[in-house]
């Protein structure tokens, strides 16, 4: 069997926070405690094979740059291991590795130094790294003259051009203009292309989704969930959209005061009953069931369909379709099908009204949350997804527009 490219045992690192820092003297001299314990991490575990990109989500906080500088080797856990095979570059706060009254050059020649780089091989390497960062003149002044974007172009450019077996990149692709984030991309996918292994810690999940085989999501300092990327960024999108969500009137469903007719059953015929699981542009139907103390009463359907943050994204009722109310009958079954629901991945909450005839009273509700899912192959930006196409234009037909503005003209 091959040896994993880093493993993670049960990592715990905590940090003793004081009150002020006197504190700290008098805890010395007294042997009294005078700090409470910080956890960063607590009892995180996980293993990433060789040539495979694993994803570090989490909100501000949650401990992902206190994991990553462990894995760097530049801090050591409390508590649990952790092993990393072969050599490491790491792009983490940006100028962390730099010394400020340093050139850039200098600052090259000191990190391929620090990364294992002989004399020759840095030699080699400079003029790469160099002309990657285009830095132009700027590369013999002094780092701290430097812009933010600077710096990164740099760290960037020493990290992945050393060839290490194992990057760690802690959200530098979010600094710096869109040209050379564009450059740091191509960058990464050539060296996942060519076996490397990529531990990335960002916010934007399509850079996850891209890159990344496996995913940690890490909250409060734990692990709140570890596997396929399309699974965890599904449950930490859906986590980010509950936690800004504002509670929603009613609901849950009220059973005192309810009018004259009652919704008895809502089913999913494709899916488990109540909730149902499917892929987009998949068949959906809603059995809903209702039954009425009056037999003579008008009744119509409304079905929505929103995001668990509120967001309504679709909405059907049987009036607009051009239904005649449902009459006659003291219980009653409607079906909505959707041939081709549009929804992209994630999970939705499903919403029943039963209505009167002008379908203004609520007559009964009923609220099912996560009724719906949508999985995909990979995390999608958006809702919904509609047939489309792209068209693209020939030398001639801009040889066309042209002349025939000018004979407009």
Not at 36 to 51: I, P, Q
Not at 273 to 293: K, N, P, T
Request: charged share 25%; hydrophobic share 40%.
């Amino acid at each position: 069997m091959s040896v994993p490219a880093v493993r993670a045992h049960q990592l715990c690192k905590s940090y003793s926070v004081y009150a002020r820092p006197l504190d700290r003297v008098v805890e010395l001299f007294t042997r009294r405690s005078r700090h409470r314990e910080f956890r960063a991490l607590d009892d995180v575990s996980f293993t990433l094979e060789r040539g495979e990109g694993f994803g570090l989500i989490g909100e501000n906080g949650a401990g992902k740059s206190t994991l990553l500088k462990i894995l760097a080797g530049i801090t050591a856990p409390t508590a649990g291991s952790a092993e990393v095979q072969g050599k490491v570059a790491s792009i983490l706060e940006l100028g962390s590795a730099f010394h400020p009254e340093l050139t850039g050059r200098q600052n090259i020649v000191l990190n391929a130094a620090l990364l294992g780089l002989s004399e020759s091989q840095v030699r080699e390497k400079t003029p790469q790294i160099i002309a990657f960062s285009e830095l132009g003149d700027f590369i013999e002044q002094p780092v701290k003259t430097y812009s933010t974007g600077m710096t990164m172009r740099l760290g960037f450019s020493i990290a992945t051009q050393v060839e290490p077996d194992v990057l760690i990149v802690d959200e530098a692709l979010s600094v710096g203009d869109g040209y050379f984030q564009k450059k740091c991309i191509d960058r990464l996918v050539e060296f996942t292309q060519g076996g490397g292994t990529l531990l990335l810690c960002t916010h934007a999940m399509y850079y996850v989704s891209e890159f990344c085989r496996q995913a940690l999501w890490l909250r409060n300092g734990r692990v709140a969930a570890v596997g396929a990327t399309k699974d965890v960024v599904r449950e930490y999108e859906e986590f980010l959209l509950a936690k800004s969500a504002r509670p929603i009137e009613g609901a849950q469903r009220d059973e005192a005061g309810l009018g004259p007719a009652r919704i008895t059953a809502v089913s999913q015929p494709l899916g488990n009953g109540e909730l149902g699981l499917y892929r987009s542009h998949d068949r959906l139907e809603i059995d809903v069931e209702w039954e009425s103390a009056d037999a003579s009463l008008l009744c119509h359907v409304g079905i929505g369909i929103d995001r668990v943050d509120g967001v309504q994204v679709l909405s059907f009722l049987s009036r607009d379709a051009g239904l005649q109310p449902w009459t006659g009958l003291r219980r009653h079954r409607a079906r909505l099908i959707v041939p081709e629901l549009p929804l992209l991945a994630g999970t939705f909450t499903l919403y029943v009204f039963l209505l009167d005839e002008a379908a203004l009273h609520v007559f009964d509700r009923r609220t099912i949350p996560g009724a719906i899912t949508i999985e995909g192959a990979k995390f999608t930006i958006g809702l919904v997804h509609t047939a489309h196409r792209w068209e693209t234009a020939t030398e001639d037909s801009f040889r066309d527009s042209e002349l025939e503005r000018a004979a407009k003209a």
